[in-house]
């Protein structure tokens, strides 16, 4: 086991797309590296941050097969949150919505609502 985990440590430290493909007899696998964090993220700078979303993308990217597909998988993650903590992440986000009076009228008589 340690001979194969040596090997396969090699091959994912030279490739570029931080995966390798094996073949398999049907469906090939996928090995991804992932990388255990040294440090909570609310203990990291911005830019280490953005650097983990961007490694979360490249990841999620790879397990849905396309960056489309990532998308699509991104937001059915968004739909599985309950609505209080959406509501919590705009807030933490500092992400607010100001609707106008004449704008709300509007979109109450689009919805046909009273």
């Known amino acids: 086991m340690q001979l194969?985990?040596?090997?396969?440590h090699q091959m994912l430290?030279?490739?570029?797309?931080?995966?390798?493909?094996?073949?398999?007899?049907?469906?090939?696998?996928?090995l991804v590296r992932i990388t255990a964090p040294r440090a909570p993220l609310s203990e990291?700078?911005?830019?280490?941050?953005?650097?983990r979303v961007h490694k979360l993308?490249?990841?999620r990217t790879i397990l849905s097969g396309s960056s489309e597909?990532?998308?699509l998988m991104l937001e059915d993650e968004?739909?599985?949150?309950?609505?209080?903590k959406k509501e919590q992440l705009l807030h933490d986000a500092g992400i607010t919505v100001n609707i106008l009076p004449m704008q709300g009228l509007a979109i109450k008589s689009m919805l046909f609502i009273p």
């Open 57 to 59: 993308q490249k990841t």
């Open 69 to 71: 597909d990532a998308d």
């Open 4 to 8: 194969v985990s040596k090997v396969v």
């Open 44 to 51: 990291l700078s911005v830019r280490k941050r953005k650097c």
């Open 78 to 84: 968004l739909r599985a949150l309950s609505t209080e």
């Open 13 to 30: 430290s030279t490739t570029k797309e931080n995966y390798i493909q094996i073949p398999t007899g049907g469906t090939p696998l996928k």
